[in-house]
């Protein structure tokens, strides 16, 4: 549990960054592109108005600066490589003289980066010469990388937060599974004190009374050592269910294996076809079928089965047997004859000390937690159990599980 609440921890975590990360990132990288285009707005204004008033370029493009009061550089290069400045800005212009740097500026905006970065555009004017429109990318570099330590700080709150309140909220669902568990387990020793009380009472009354010679008959001693082998057998069959149930019971996992439930089916089928040579039994078995499961397990829930068709349904109760899949689903159903369940208990949920008739299990010697085994069994296997009345007359009882 604790291996799982880490997990959970830990993807909410990771999910949370990668989210930040993208929509925070997504924000910054869209706020600097925006104050580039900006930028670029006013470097190609510039150029524009240049072009448009070529034969007075240099006063179109210094007018242009100052009615729309633009922070640009600009400089003029002549052919010769002498640049001379026309207008400055707040950037630190470290010059430019190379013809083919003036020449790849002529297409449009690019960007230099460096000690002072800027970026510029050229313009030939009238002469060959080169008109320079340069702007200050500092401030725009400054403010990216504050936006992204802001990112970086945010994502590390969003993280602070999800790690508190995935504390916080996986201490309360523990607590309410400690809660539940302190419960079944206060519920499983009071049903288990209830159910070995009977026999222990027994044992006790029949003990004292032959330790004190109160039975001086041989027929009535007999009859009390049987009664007292009976009830000895009894506590002996409901302790190894009930420590059973208790296994099931625990968290930790059973180690399952890939298995052929067709062979283990067919096996028990043949075991009580034998014993039970007045019963007719139908066999509808599919060949193979696999599951992933505990043979154990899957061994005691198939006998249960049988032993409550022998226990509780006449010796001659027809019986039929269905194994088969159902795309990714087994399906088993071992259904019988016999007189069946009270009709409330086709329609309760079958829990880990239910009993739907508990005198029927003292007259037959079982513990009458078959059915809860068989439950529990089938939910350890992240399976289904329906327990219905059955086309025989009796008790169908229909188990699914992954294949």
Known sequence: MKKSNSKFAILSILVTTVL????GGFATIDSRNADLRQIDQSINLVAERVKQYSNEAISAAILTVEEENLDLTLTLVTQEGI????????????????????????????SIEGENPYRYRSVI??????????????????????????????????DALVIFLSIFFLRRYNRGLDAKALERMQRFLGDASHELRTPLTVIKGYNEMLSKGQMTDLVDRVRAFSRVSTEIERMESLIHDLLLLAELGESKPTTFEEMDLSELVSAHANDFAIFNKER???????????VSGSREHLNRLIQNCFSNIVRHAPSTAPVTITLRSKGKKVNLIIEDGGPGLPESAYRSEIAAMNRFDPSRSRESGGSGLGMSIIAAIVQEHGGKLDLRKSELGGLAVDVELPS
């Open 280 to 290: 007719t039994l139908n066999l509808s078995i599919a060949d193979p079928v696999f």
């Open 125 to 158: 004017i009238p002469g060959g010469d080169y008109l320079v429109i340069a702007a200050d990318l500092d401030g725009l570099n400054t403010n990216f990388k504050s936006n992204l330590k802001n990112l970086g700080g945010f994502t590390i709150a969003a």
């Open 83 to 110: 640049e001379t400045v026309i207008n400055e800005s707040h950037l630190l212009y470290p010059g430019m003289t190379a013809v083919s740097e003036l020449q790849r500026g002529v297409a449009g905006p690019i």
């Open 20 to 23: 930040s990360s993208i929509i």
